[in-house]
């Protein structure tokens, strides 16, 4: 592995410039969201503390981590508005690692990924449109 890594890294185009990445996330986080949106999203965050095999649950700055990740998903996606599939698509990978599972959870194997699902099946979106 040492050989196989010793070598130098090559040259890489630039894609995007610094004022170009800041343009953009500044467009992002210009998405709307709408208030069922953000309930949503603390009901999502605050399942996570009420979670039998979770010890500390998201944080707030977890929902406003998962809210900025869904506005930018939308903003790529084309959309101007966070939709609660751009919730749903990034809540294991925001929420999951944020969780301190109790020590049985953990002794069983779980992952805080694992929770992040069934907190996703167990909460439903309660906005115009929801199923």
């Given at each position: ?51 039998p095999r979770i010890r500390l649950g998201a944080s707030p700055r977890a929902a406003l981590g998962l809210m900025r990740a869904a506005k930018a998903r ?58």
């Open positions: 592995m040492l050989d196989a890594y010793d070598r130098p890294v090559p040259d890489v185009d630039q894609v995007l410039n610094p004022a170009t990445i800041l343009a953009l996330r500044a467009r992002a986080a210009g998405t709307h969201v709408a208030p069922e949106i953000k309930d949503y999203v603390v009901s999502l965050v605050g399942a996570t503390r009420d979670h939308a903003f790529w996606a084309g959309r101007e508005f966070v939709l609660p599939d751009d919730l749903r698509a990034l809540a294991r990978p925001v929420l999951g690692h944020r969780l301190l599972l109790t020590p049985e959870a953990e002794l069983e194997g779980h992952a805080g990924v694992e929770v992040v699902d069934e907190v996703l099946r167990a909460v439903p979106y309660r906005g115009p449109g929801s199923r």
